[in-house]
């Protein structure tokens, strides 16, 4: 039995049509109206498991005006289902809006977990590190991707955008400036289809392979790029110690470290140590 007045947000496959749940194809032949982002998408997708639905389109564009009709239905007691072409719904596909007005109305809404492209790609892709930062799609300009991308030097989680085939190349070169040749990158094309390929390398190594083949550059992508390394407490990055080793040719050794701590933000006992052996390095006893 389903929930009167209640919006279900349900999750469709990336790919694979076996790619969804019971719950969600139960609750998609019950309910009295689906929400989906392209009918056709996804009337194919339920045709495949036998199930008939009664339509309504809610795109980026409608998403507003579909939404009064929408809390109109709940307000009668019905129940209605979101779909998007793939994935979760709200994940770099419209249904927050939605979502948020349905809950401020006060009626259920009622998640129905399945497939996401980035969990999917980030649980095959073999990283260590437990901590991510999903982007979803860059700027399409290369200044403001730049740009974007420059803000997130620093970021230690993983990060993981989402990208389309005709930009590929340029998002990884702009990846490449920013971040260095050495950071690695995984890319995920095309999960659970036909040409499914998860590639591991050096944003160097890994442009190289995407130029060396067209056929790598079709399809759909997840970007994972590994964080910058986590420097440890007690270690003093190459521009801190720069700073303190010009310092310390102007400085007594106290205001030195005291201006590096204010101008690095780096630790100032660790400051303090390197330059008790910088000192000691130049002036050996
Ligand atoms: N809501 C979806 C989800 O939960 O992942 C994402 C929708 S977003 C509009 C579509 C983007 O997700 C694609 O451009 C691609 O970057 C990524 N994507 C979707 N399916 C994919 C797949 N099978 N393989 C790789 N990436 C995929």
Known sequence: ?????????????????????????????????????????????????????????????????????????????????????????????????????????????????????AVCALSAAGITNPHFLFYGFLPTKTGLRQRELTALQSQTNTLIFYEAPHRILECVTDMLVVFGPQRQLTIARELTKLFETIHVGTLQETLVWLQADTNQQKGEFVLLLSGAEILDKSEVSEQARHTLTCLLNELPLKQAVKLTTEITGENKNSLYQLALDLKAAKYPE
């Open 1 to 117: 039995m389903l929930e009167k007045s209640a919006l279900y947000v349900v999750a469709t496959p990336i790919g694979n049509l076996s790619d969804i749940t019971l719950r969600a194809l139960d609750i998609l032949a019950k309910v009295d109206v689906v929400a989906a982002e392209h009918i056709q998408n996804s009337k194919h997708l339920l045709a495949s498991h036998s199930i008939s639905a009664k339509w309504i389109s809610l795109h980026q564009h409608n998403e507003t005006a579909v939404t009064d009709k929408i809390l109109a239905l709940l307000a009668s007691g019905g129940c209605v289902a979101l779909v998007t072409d793939a994935g979760t719904p709200g994940i770099s596909d419209p249904g927050a809006i939605l979502v948020q007005r349905v809950r401020a109305q006060g009626y259920s809404v009622i998640p129905i977990p399945g497939a996401n492209a």
